[in-house]
């Protein structure tokens, strides 16, 4: 089954634990990117990636870092966490970029206490 | 700054009738706009896109008008349904890069049997 994957799907944490959300796609897609969704806002883009090894800054990417180092996984990383990056997090694939329909993931519900 | 905006955080229809849901950007670069629709606990999916080449795109029940003077799209659900109930957001993406995404704030369809 084509499919993203994000984990974990769920976490509470403190301010200033490094943390990893992982994010797997299993469609051989070039494109991966990173989107937060918070009320009033919509969807922000964070990073996102055209291709291996290639990654660029989406509309929010303070405080936050990704790498893109093989083609299914795109992790995104928060060295130092901190409250206002409560939100909830999707992670994106497509075949070639935006113009393509992206698959994503079920999305990770991130507390920062 | 947001450069594509939804201003009717919801919007309430009778099944059967049309639903209209309405977007506006600013950023004259944009020349690519998608929409996607999102239920509770998923991610979103894709829905219709269109290129500033056209000013309509038409899929099934969905269709999608694109103003380019007014900066302006909307997005047609005829006959809405009480399964597209869901969040709808727009976004717009161009330029140099395809790889850049801006979504709108969203806007709530409640589709009432």
């Known amino acids: 089954e084509a499919q993203v994957t994000q984990n974990p799907r769920y976490l509470i944490t403190v301010t200033g634990k490094k943390l990893t959300v992982t994010c797997s796609q299993n469609?051989?897609?070039?494109?991966m990117s990173w989107y937060r969704q918070d009320p009033g806002l919509g969807l922000r883009q964070i990073y996102y990636?055209?291709?291996?090894?290639?990654?660029d800054k989406g509309d929010v990417p303070e405080g936050y870092k990704v790498s893109r180092k093989e083609k299914r996984n795109f992790p995104l990383i928060l060295e130092s966490p901190s409250p206002n990056q409560t939100s909830l997090y999707f992670c994106?694939?497509?075949?070639?970029?935006?113009?393509?329909?992206?698959?994503f993931g079920d999305g990770t519900r991130l507390s920062i206490l | 700054d947001q450069q594509v905006k939804q201003n009717s955080p919801s919007l309430s229809v009778q099944e059967g009738r049309i639903s209209i849901l309405n977007c506006d950007y600013t950023?004259?670069?944009?020349?690519?706009f998608l929409w996607y629709k999102k239920y509770p606990a998923e991610g979103p999916t894709f829905l219709i896109s269109?290129?500033?080449?056209?000013d309509k795109n038409e899929d099934g029940r969905f269709t999608v008008f694109l103003n380019k003077s007014a900066k302006h799209l909307s997005l047609h659900i005829v006959p809405s349904q009480p399964g597209d109930s869901a969040v709808y957001f727009c976004?717009?993406?161009?330029?140099?890069?395809?790889?850049?995404?801006?979504f709108g704030q969203g806007t709530i369809l409640t589709v009432h049997p």
């Open positions: 994106a694939s497509s075949w070639s970029g935006i113009n393509q329909p992206q698959h």
């Open positions: 469609m051989n897609h070039e494109y």
């Open positions: 990636s055209m291709n291996v090894e290639v990654t």
């Open positions: 950023n004259s670069m944009f020349d690519y």
């Open positions: 269109i290129s500033s080449i056209k």
């Open positions: 976004a717009g993406a161009g330029g140099t890069s395809y790889g850049k995404l801006t």
